[in-house]
């Protein structure tokens, strides 16, 4: 059972649709952040400052591969089977990793 006050908190944390469609993307694929870049057409600074607020609330870990950094749904959190269930609700995302395999960019961090 999860707390009122954390569930808010990840609740609002999970508000935003950029976040919410990374962990959707995150629960099948590692990404790093040059491919968020490409799928959310955003800058670089303005991802960052979305998976940092992942990493605070320890959503997501980091492994180095290299010089890129690839991000993954952290399945050890706590409040994982709380995340778990929203995400189970959403649509699949597996057409923005194909998309990106297609423009050759899914690779680019190798």
Known sequence: MIEIQRASQLLKLLG????????????SHDCCVCEFVAI?????PAISQHLRRL??????TETRRG???FYSLNRE???YPFVQRILDLLPGQEASILDLESRGLRICCE
């Not at 959310?40 to 670089?44: G, I």
């Not at 990493?55 to 997501?60: A, F, N």
């Open 16 to 27: 935003d649709p950029t976040r919410l469609t990374m962990l959707k993307l995150l629960e």
């Open 40 to 44: 959310f057409e955003m800058s670089q």
């Open 55 to 60: 990493r605070d609330l320890e959503l997501v």
């Open 67 to 69: 010089q890129w950094i």
């Open 77 to 79: 959190h706590g409040e």
